[in-house]
């Protein structure tokens, strides 16, 4: 591994490697967002929320605003995870309040799709991951990431979310052979996305299959499992000992075959998870980070302290990373952070 890229010795990749650490490390999903104050200033300066995710001063700015108000272990990378179909020639528009709109993929659309990331598509990505490892103490870890091939391929298809993703369900029945070329595309492309953002300074990746939990058995197999396990394969051959955390959001009694076959350094859980039934499933095989529910967070108090200490107590002892369920909320408290950042630490 080029020595450029060798995980520095910050808490999230230290409990990556394979060591405990009490208190854990502490950074939580979307913490660049919506509730803090510095980040909407920001986001009144450009005209569209895709604007920002490419803009690498203002992107770097945002991914920096949570780690100096908080302290956060982590700094993830602000950005999209419609990227890689904006990259890839789709059209990716940002509805305020209603969250992405795309045209929806039809079969001469998917064909044709490059195979791979185009060149230079995402170089503005790649800076802001530069402009932020510069910024950022080298006692914190960049976290890179991406969407899950099925998850981006959900959006691709339907245009937009959908309660169940009933569209991609469908056209993965109904013509798996389109539907297998959307997700080898993708597969594709997230990896090559991913390798940049390593190359670039991250330490750590995430994946976040956000949709995983509308699969049933076979299908998590085939459209989640899979293709997940391929992205990790094709980023550790170009970066050996790449540290990878998965976030099959909603996998539940699956999450002990999602850690065994796609061998990520970390499985992320979200609230619905028993944290004692991840524990058997996945034994010592990989980190656990979550799982507290965004909405502790926003009711704060003897909640939020009840939640977190039921966390700590049941995860005590192994490898852990604490973070939220999901991301943070647009209307979470920032006093409620701070007291669940002192909790976290035992302050």
């Given at each position: 591994m080029d020595q450029?890229?060798?995980?520095?010795?910050?808490?999230?990749?230290?409990?990556?490697?394979?060591?405990?650490c009490d208190p854990p490390p502490i950074w939580l999903m979307r913490q660049a967002g919506r509730y803090l104050p510095e980040y909407r200033a920001v986001r009144k300066t450009v005209d569209t929320f895709l604007d920002l995710c490419v803009n690498p001063h203002l992107a770097s700015e945002v991914t920096l605003q949570p780690i100096r108000r908080?302290?956060?272990?982590?700094?993830?990378?602000?950005?999209?995870?419609?990227?890689?179909?904006?990259?890839?020639?789709?059209?990716?528009?940002?509805?305020?309040?209603?969250?992405?709109?795309?045209?929806?993929?039809?079969?001469?659309?998917?064909?044709?799709l490059a195979d791979d990331l185009p060149s230079g598509t995402?170089?503005?990505?790649?800076?802001?991951?530069?402009?932020?490892?510069?910024?950022?103490?080298?006692?914190?870890?960049?976290?890179?990431?991406?969407?899950?091939?099925?998850?981006?391929?959900?959006?691709?298809?339907?245009?937009?979310?959908?309660?169940?993703?009933?569209?991609?369900?469908?056209?993965?029945?109904?013509?798996?052979?389109?539907?297998?070329?959307?997700?080898?595309k993708l597969v594709s492309a997230s990896a090559t996305y991913l390798i940049g953002q390593l190359?670039?300074?991250a330490d750590v990746l995430q994946i976040f299959d956000t949709w995983s939990g509308v699969l049933g058995e076979d299908d998590f197999e085939a459209w989640c499992i899979r293709p997940t396990a391929t992205v990790v394969e094709k980023v550790r051959e170009a970066?050996?000992?790449?540290?990878?955390?998965?976030?099959?959001?909603?996998?539940?009694?699956?999450?002990?075959?999602?850690?065994?076959?796609?061998?990520v350094d970390a499985i992320g859980v979200d609230w619905t998870e028993p944290l004692a039934a991840v524990r058997h499933a996945i034994g010592d095989s990989a980190?656990?980070?979550?799982?507290?529910?965004?909405?502790a967070l926003v009711a704060g108090g003897e909640t939020l302290d009840r939640s977190v200490d039921q966390i700590l107590d049941r995860l005590?002892?192994?490898?852990?990373?604490?973070?939220?369920?999901?991301?943070?909320?647009?209307?979470?408290?920032?006093?409620?952070?701070?007291?669940?950042?002192?909790?976290?630490?035992?302050?």
């Open positions: 450029a890229l060798q995980p520095r010795s910050a808490h999230v990749g230290r409990v990556l490697a394979g060591e405990v908080f302290a956060f272990d982590a700094a993830i990378l602000f950005s999209d995870i419609l990227v890689i179909p904006h990259a890839l020639g789709r059209r990716v528009t940002f509805v305020e309040g209603e969250g992405p709109r795309l045209d929806p993929i039809d079969e001469a659309a998917v064909g044709a995402l170089d503005p990505v790649f800076e802001t991951v530069g402009l932020v490892r510069e910024q950022l103490d080298d006692a914190k870890t960049l976290i890179g990431f991406c969407g899950a091939p099925w998850t981006v391929a959900t959006y691709m298809v339907a245009g937009r979310g959908t309660p169940d993703q009933r569209p991609a369900r469908l056209l993965a029945a109904e013509k798996p052979e389109v539907f297998r070329e959307l997700i080898d190359r670039a300074g970066v050996p000992g790449a540290r990878i955390i998965g976030f099959p959001k909603g996998a539940g009694l699956k999450i002990g075959r999602y850690v065994e076959q796609t061998k980190a656990i980070q979550g799982n507290l529910d965004p909405l005590s002892g192994t490898r852990y990373i604490f973070n939220l369920g999901h991301g943070i909320l647009p209307t979470t408290p920032i006093a409620h952070v701070e007291r669940l950042v002192a909790r976290v630490r035992g302050g």
